[in-house]
């Protein structure tokens, strides 16, 4: 059975940075695409950024293009999410998510998913 473990997430001021980590267990990761979600209250759950098995491609939604990063360590089966200048539009639950061969912005194309982390950027 495949694990996914966020943590990371907190309260931080506007302009401040967070770094996001999803642990796996169960699967091989290093064969796993990887992405990042969010879901804001009273919203549907988007898009963040995603990364290949190797790390040599990735893609990121364009509300956090050049603010947020992925990347990951197979060695220990983790991907990390650094998102630097925080927006309070950026709280929201942070969700780790598999996929066996997808890449790309669709959720429901993923296979695995985390419980959530949460995110509090205040103004």
């Known amino acids: 059975q495949v694990q996914l473990v966020e943590s990371g997430g907190g309260l931080v001021q506007a302009g401040g940075s967070l770094r996001l980590s999803c642990a796996t267990s169960?699967?091989?990761?290093?064969?796993?695409?990887m992405g990042w979600f969010r879901q804001a209250p009273g919203k549907e759950r988007e898009f963040v950024a995603a990364?290949?098995?190797?790390?040599?491609?990735?893609r990121y939604a364009d509300s956090v293009k050049d603010r947020f990063t992925i990347s990951r360590d197979n060695a220990k089966n983790t991907v990390y999410l650094q998102m630097n200048s925080l927006k309070p539009e950026d709280t929201a639950v942070y969700y780790c998510?598999?996929?066996?061969?997808?890449?790309?912005?669709?959720?429901?194309?993923?296979?695995?998913w985390g419980q959530g982390t949460q995110v509090t950027v205040s103004s």
């Open positions: 169960g699967g091989a990761f290093s064969t796993y695409v």
């Open positions: 990364i290949t098995w190797n790390g040599r491609n990735t």
């Open positions: 998510a598999a996929s066996r061969g997808y890449i790309g912005g669709i959720d429901y194309q993923y296979d695995y």
